[in-house]
Each structure stands twice: as C-alpha cells, then as structure tokens.
C-alpha cells in the first residue's frame, strides 16, 4: 500500500500585510499556509496607509479591493508646497494614467485594515492556519524542508515545513538566523509622527496627500479614514535626534511643532504620536535556500511618497505566484531566483532611489537649489507627458514593468 505523505505547508513569520497577503495569495493557489506572528493579536500599527495604483491592482486580483476601498479614502491628486511662502508648487493628477492601470487613484487604507481584511480572507480558505504568540527566533534547513524553532508561551518548539518567508518586519530574525547582511544607511534624524483630528482641509486649500519644501522643518500632511468620518490627519516631521525621545514626543514639544505648522487658537488634540528611526536598506540577497525574505524583512526606506508598504505587497504577490508553481513541482527551484532578482534590482531602483530623492528634495537648503527642484517639478506637473512619466515612478507602475523585464 503507498504510503499517504502529506505535502508539508510553507512557513510564513509574520502576520503583518505582507506575510498575511503572501499567505493568501498562496493558499489561494491550493498551497497549505502556517503564519507565525510573535504577538498575541494582528497588530495595529498606523505607520502606511498609502496604497498606489500598481498595488491596487494586486489587491484586487486577490479579491481584498473593495473592502480596502471601503474602509480607506480615495485619493486622486497630491500637492506639493513651499512652507515658507504657503504657495503651492506643483499638484499631480492619476486620472493621467488611467490608460496606464485600472485603478488611476491612491487609496489611503491603513496597513492594519489591509493586514485585519487579508486575515479575514485567508480565514476563508482550506489549509490556512494563523498561530499567534509564536515568534520564530531560529531556523536550519536541507533539500528537502525547512525547521524552524518557534518561541510559544509553553516554551520552544520546532515546526517543519517545506520553505520559510520572512516577513518579519526590519529586525528580522529570519534574516539574521540566515546571515544575510542588510546593506545601507540609517538618517541621522528621527521622523515624528503627530496625529489630529483637526480639519486641515477646512482652512487650506489641501488634497488628502501633502508635501511641504522646508530647509528647516518639512512635512508630510495627509488624512486617513480611521474609524470613519471625519476621519484624521496624520503630520510627519524630522526631528532632531540628539533630544530624549520623551522630550520629542511630550505634549510641550507636540503643540508647539504643529502650532509652527498651523498656528491656531487653543492646542491641538493629538490622538495619536510616534518617533521613529529612518533607514534606507536592502538585503543582499532576498532568497538562501528554501528560506526568503519580503518586506521590510529585505528592505527599509524612509516614508516619503508611500512606498514601503507597497513595496512589501508587491514582493509577497511576486513570491506567491513563483511559489506555488515550485511547490507544486511545476517549476525548479530557481524560479526562486528571479523573484530575488526583479524584487531586489526594482527595490533598489525605483523605491530606495525615488524615497532618497524625495527626502532631498523637501529638505533641500541652498536657495538656488532649493528654487530649481521646485522649478522643475512645477514644470513637470505642467506638462501632461513630463507629469505622467514622473507618475508612472511614484505609482510604481514602471517598477512592475521593470520586473517583467528581468528575467
């Protein structure tokens, strides 16, 4: 009588948006997911909320689009502006791409809501299973499978499976268990993160995505759903790291940087603040073995422009798709390979280069310098062909095109 050997499932460690998106993506090519998350519950972290049009496109073909519309704001313009002066410099439309993808908008969807309906969907399928409170701390593999050691409230235990995504987050520990350096740079100043319920909109002349150009205190300014209407607006500003964190984040510090930004009568209501480190890093490598890495697990940029997320997304549809076919033996192994290839070459051309440039340039502080980038991007939204090449980048529409081309 052959023996009955069941197919061992893939590993995931991670249950944020990108383990939990790699997952379903899977399962729902029929291959048996296990994730692996060290908290005890889907955390609600409110960093991205970002959602571009190249993503929008993979969420909907995993089915999770309109919940994640449902729940976030669309988006169809962002500004650019000087702080100084308070004029505006430069506003792009995506309806100029709605020949380029199916989805010419930004949807504003927190990375929690995207991790909690991702979760909702995978719980829907066969062969999907989600242990929380087991953090793998460890992992040894051969030809055939992976081993993973898995930190659990009842000590450590070991799980096979027959590969590991790490999906992590930026201290991975499957990336350091494999030995794989995260080649880059940390900034030397901190992002804060203020975040009120203050209408904005309702005394300026803002879009929901906002980037202010200020050699001494840029920001970014744009508005999430939260729990509905009317919604909040989330701030981003540099500060500096040679002040105590607690410091940064007091009340005293908080009501002053947003009264610099907006001065108005009264303080302001902070439901929200965060003080953050900033690194730009890629994996050398996303793959070893039958162990890979996605999302900030392989890569860490600063937030400007929304990309980190969206990046993370991508790797996780992209490994899915390659996965499944080498799980299912219908490809080698080294189709493993050019997911490492056309995740790493795109991430460092299009979302480690385009989040350097756009810090650069709000930051800018020589005057002639600072007056030319300005310049060149009032020209660019002036121009239709100029305005949407500059968007195909920041939608990250070339950077798929660009991985199809890698081969």
């Known amino acids: 009588m052959a023996q009955d050997v069941t197919p061992r499932p893939v590993l995931i460690a991670g249950a944020g948006p990108v383990g939990l998106i790699a997952a379903l993506a899977l399962a729902q090519r029929q291959v048996p997911v296990i ?43 962002f500004r650019f502006w000087d702080r100084v002066t308070g004029d505006l410099v430069a506003e792009f439309d995506h309806q100029l791409l709605a020949e380029d993808c199916r989805f010419p908008y930004v949807v504003q969807c927190e990375q929690f809501k995207t991790a909690s309906i991702a979760f909702d969907a995978l719980a829907a399928l066969p062969g999907t299973e989600v242990r929380f409170s087991h953090r793998v701390t460890g992992l040894r593999q051969d030809a055939d499978g992976v081993t993973v050691t898995v930190e659990t409230a009842d000590g450590a235990q070991e799980l096979a499976g027959s590969y590991l ?17 995260f080649e880059g740079f940390t900034y030397p100043e901190h992002f804060l993160v203020l975040t009120s319920p203050f209408d904005f909109q309702a005394h300026r002349d803002l879009v929901y995505r906002n980037y202010f150009f200020d050699p001494d205190e840029w920001c970014n300014l744009f508005k999430v759903a939260a729990d509905g209407p ?41 439901v929200h603040r965060n003080l953050y480190k900033i690194h730009q890093r890629v994996a050398v490598t996303f793959r070893k073995g039958r162990a890979l890495l996605a999302g900030d697990s392989a ?26 076919r080498v799980w299912k033996g219908d ?15 795109t991430n460092t051309e299009f979302i480690q280069a385009q989040t350097i440039q756009n810090k650069k340039n709000l930051e800018e502080r020589d005057p002639e310098a600072r007056k030319k980038r300005m310049d060149e991007l009032r020209r660019t939204s002036e121009d239709p062909v100029r305005a949407r090449e500059f968007m195909l980048r920041t939608s990250l529409i070339a950077s798929v095109r660009r991985a199809a081309e890698i081969t």
């Open 230 to 270: 009317p919604g909040l607006w989330r701030a981003v500003f540099p500060a500096d790291p040679d002040r105590a964190d607690e410091e940064v984040l007091g009340d005293e510090n908080a009501q002053a940087t947003l009264g610099r930004f907006f001065p108005k009568d009264g303080g302001y209501e902070i």
């Open 165 to 181: 995504i790490g999906a992590d987050g930026g201290r991975s520990e499957t990336r350091k268990a494999l030995d794989i350096d």
């Open 299 to 324: 890569h860490l940029n600063n937030s400007i422009g929304g990309m980190g997320l969206n990046g993370g997304i991508h790797d996780a549809v992209n490994l899915a798709e390659k996965l499944a």
């Open 35 to 77: 994730v692996l998350e060290a908290e005890d519950r889907l955390y609600e972290d409110p960093r991205a909320a970002t959602t571009h049009p190249a993503t929008l496109e993979m969420l909907d073909d995993l089915g999770l689009l309109e919940e994640i519309e449902r729940r976030g704001l669309h988006c169809r313009h």
């Open 331 to 345: 490809a080698g192994d080294e189709l493993l390979d050019l997911y490492d290839r056309q995740r790493r070459i």
